[in-house]
């Protein structure tokens, strides 16, 4: 048996990963980015191969990482995450990204800082492959705090809204008084109009 709410444990980041096709650049959410090694400095990344992102990267070969902070809005994840890079451009009109010396884009705004990376090798992980990348450039852009996977299910992403939950009760056929309750006493008389318990029909 394997109970998979044990992943939800595991320490993770957040990082819009970035990649240009040739004619646009596109990116996308990931949470898992590794330094796999100092010397030379090597990381790696594990993608989703249903993201136009992944395409994008196996055709070039390059890519760049911009680390998230927890100042990093809700709406920041949404446009990178909730939406394909094959029926967008999601770098249009962006003025929160600048271009590094790759081609790829990174993010300065909502970030601690980005890395850029090479693609040196791969490994077929079913849903997902492994990138192992050397890094060719990297630098800060701000002091804040990483996101982690907890603190952005914590603090960023919203609650859902509690649904309103339904009066239980029943209404009079007659004259329409509501008597709240789970079970209508069979003896009740309706105080309005006066009829029986047997003229009352549950609340929908």
């Given at each position: 048996?394997?109970d998979?709410s044990?992943?939800?444990d595991?320490?993770?980041g957040l990082?819009?990963?970035?990649?240009n096709d040739?004619?646009?650049?596109t990116?996308?959410i990931?949470n898992?980015v590794?330094?796999a090694?100092?010397?030379p400095q090597?990381?790696?990344?594990a993608?989703?191969k249903a993201?136009?992102?992944?395409?994008v990267?196996?055709k070039?070969?390059?890519?760049?990482v911009?680390?998230?902070?927890?100042d990093a809005?809700?709406?920041?994840?949404q446009?990178?995450g909730?939406?394909?890079?094959r029926?967008?451009?999601?770098y249009?009109?962006?003025t929160?990204?600048r271009t590094s010396?790759?081609g790829?884009?990174?993010?300065?705004v909502?970030?601690?800082?980005?890395?850029?990376g090479?693609?040196i090798?791969?490994t077929?992980?079913g849903?997902?492959?492994?990138?192992?990348?050397e890094?060719t450039?990297?630098g800060?852009?701000?002091?804040?705090?990483p996101?982690t996977?907890?603190y952005?299910?914590?603090n960023t992403?919203?609650?859902?809204k509690k649904?309103e939950?339904?009066k239980?009760g029943?209404?009079?056929?007659i004259c329409g008084?509501?008597y709240?309750?789970d079970e209508?006493?069979p003896?009740f008389?309706?105080?309005?109009?006066?009829?029986?318990?047997?003229d009352?029909?549950?609340?929908?």
């Amino acid at each position: 048996m394997i109970d998979t709410s044990v992943y939800r444990d595991l320490t993770y980041g957040l990082f819009i990963l970035s990649a240009n096709d040739g004619e646009k650049d596109t990116g996308c959410i990931i949470n898992t980015v590794c330094q796999a090694a100092s010397d030379p400095q090597i990381i790696t990344i594990a993608v989703n191969k249903a993201n136009y992102t992944h395409d994008v990267i196996v055709k070039t070969g390059i890519f760049n990482v911009s680390i998230l902070a927890e100042d990093a809005p809700f709406g920041l994840f949404q446009h990178f995450g909730f939406q394909s890079g094959r029926d967008v451009n999601k770098y249009e009109n962006c003025t929160m990204s600048r271009t590094s010396a790759n081609g790829c884009r990174y993010h300065f705004v909502h970030t601690c800082g980005f890395i850029s990376g090479k693609v040196i090798g791969t490994t077929d992980l079913g849903s997902h492959t492994l990138f192992i990348a050397e890094v060719t450039e990297a630098g800060k852009t701000g002091s804040g705090a990483p996101i982690t996977y907890a603190y952005y299910h914590a603090n960023t992403k919203p609650k859902p809204k509690k649904e309103e939950q339904k009066k239980k009760g029943f209404i009079c056929n007659i004259c329409g008084y509501i008597y709240e309750g789970d079970e209508l006493p069979p003896d009740f008389i309706c105080p309005i109009c006066k009829h029986p318990a047997s003229d009352f029909s549950p609340l929908e």
